[in-house]
């Protein structure tokens, strides 16, 4: 049941700022749950059925937080300056309920180190139309990316190590959250951005659930690096995506199609910065381009 009020706590705050006890309070409302219903549809063979899939047939969840309607009640207050000013004292706040958000979505089998389905939860970390604000947890990665705005402005080399956190902490979600940071100014190193893009085989570079961001800090830092660093990008780029990431059955023609099409892509957003791209990897992006 939902007994917190958080249009109660905000009149508080208004009159109190932020005392330790509202801070208490703010957390105990915005604590993910997990709620349980009856499926909708009920799995008659369980043969090669795997453990998260036997579990949705047993019983339908879904992560929410302990109050509702959060969306609606931060939506006048996020652009008040007392609120602003207090947002960098709930960054560590922020981020840990929305990691106990992802936990628990391990535990249910909707979740791991490489896929969390966050994409299609919050499409981008940044301000967006296609946000749709469906799921009432998706208010923590909000509130999160503010939290960390707010504190490039309060604290530069605390925002910096924050993001560098995200970035050791698993799933998307949260190496979303390391890219979008990377690609804000200068707080995130260029040379140590590059390393995130390229790590594992370059798996979150050419991952569908970090796409938006990685886009976003490619464009960033395509005109950030040094000729080193652009050179190594543009040849991650050319050798294209790791094939273990996509399934085994697919036919070779259509593997050359998605692989070429991914490469098109992003020399094409490199290239759309006026940076100028090397000889061979210009004349990869013309052919593509026919």
């Known amino acids: 049941m939902h007994d917190l009020d958080l249009y109660r706590w905000m009149d508080r705050f208004r009159r109190d700022g932020l005392t330790t006890s509202l801070r208490m309070e703010l957390r105990d409302c915005l604590t993910p749950r997990v709620s349980l219903r009856e499926p909708f549809r ?30 609606s009640a931060f939506e006048d ?12 004292n709930l960054l560590g706040d922020l981020s840990g309920l929305l990691r106990d958000a992802l936990d628990l979505m391990r535990e249910l089998g909707g979740a791991d180190d490489k896929s969390d389905m966050s994409y299609l939860h919050q499409p981008s970390i940044g301000e967006h139309p296609q946000n749709k604000d469906f799921r009432d947890w998706t208010i ?27 970035w050791l902490t698993p799933y998307p979600l949260f190496k979303r959250l390391a890219f979008f940071a990377a690609a804000q100014g200068s707080i995130i190193n260029p040379q140590v951005a590059l390393n995130w893009l390229l790590t594992d085989e370059g798996w979150w570079l050419w991952s569908i659930e970090s796409e938006r961001e990685a886009m976003r800090l490619l464009v960033a830092l395509a005109v ?6 652009f050179a190594r990008l543009e040849a991650a780029i050319l050798q294209g995506p790791p094939r273990k990431m996509f399934k085994d059955e697919i036919e070779p023609q259509r593997w050359t199609e998605l692989s070429e099409r991914e490469t098109w892509l992003r020399l094409a957003k490199i290239s759309s910065t006026g940076a100028q791209l090397g000889s061979v990897a210009h004349d990869v992006l013309v052919n593509l381009s026919t």
Do not use: F, Y
């Open 77 to 88: 207050r996020r652009a008040s300056p007392n609120w602003v000013e207090v947002l960098p």
């Open 224 to 229: 950030r690096l040094e000729p080193s660093g």
């Open 140 to 166: 923590l990665v909000e509130l999160t990316r503010d939290a960390w705005l707010a504190q490039v402005d309060a604290n530069p080399e605390q925002a910096r190590l924050a993001a560098e956190s995200w």
């Open 42 to 71: 009920w799995t008659a063979q369980e043969e090669d059925v795997d453990d998260s899939e036997r579990l949705k047939g047993l019983v339908d969840w879904e992560i929410v937080l302990s109050t509702e309607h959060v969306h």
